[in-house]
């Protein structure tokens, strides 16, 4: 069986075309480099040692010495020559290399791609640790904190709840029965 399939469905699937492999795939990979059929285990041009590269893949190698990103487009042989030409070309400086940290007093975590965040409020860039306004000293939620403490809200509160019928806390002027229910009962 070339083709692919069962004897019941001759043209369902495919066979994998890696030589050490020839399993029957009812979802086929065709490699766009060298135009094969792959099961999924050797979908990747690595996987199947294809003679041709990925000619739409790209890679990016960060250079040690300096953190430069490099795009790398080809095998991995001629990722350590690309490496070595970086160095050689004078580009690579290693007082280049600084990793950013949290800029919170006292916090030395670096900042990387999992562990940063913007604060919503003053756009700083934080660690995870310190990503509550709370936990940096944000700019805005400090200065809407006083007004909170000082009770604006709650003053402005009491004095619409204090000019309701024009009473003082609607106390006076209701019926002081017990018995009489505030709810008609049907």
Known sequence: ???GGTEAFPDLGKHCQYSAC??????????????KVF????K???????PKPEHNSRKVIICEICSTSIE????????KMILEKHEKSGDCDPRKKKKPTCPVRRCRETLTFSNRTVCK????????????????????????????????WNEKFLAAFSLRNG??????GRPSSPTTPSLKAY
């Open 1 to 3: 069986m070339a083709g």
């Open 22 to 35: 020839h399993q029957l795939d009812f979802l086929p990979f065709k490699c766009q480099a060298c135009l």
């Open 39 to 42: 099961c999924l285990e050797h």
């Open 44 to 50: 990747s041009c690595m996987s199947h040692e294809c």
């Open 72 to 79: 790398v487009t080809g095998k991995e042989d001629q990722e």
């Open 121 to 152: 409020t003053c756009r700083l860039e934080v660690c995870l640790k310190h990503r509550f306004p709370a936990d940096h000293a944000c700019k805005q939620a400090s200065s809407s904190a006083p007004a909170a403490a000082r009770g604006g």
């Open 167 to 172: 009473k003082d806390c609607g106390k006076t």
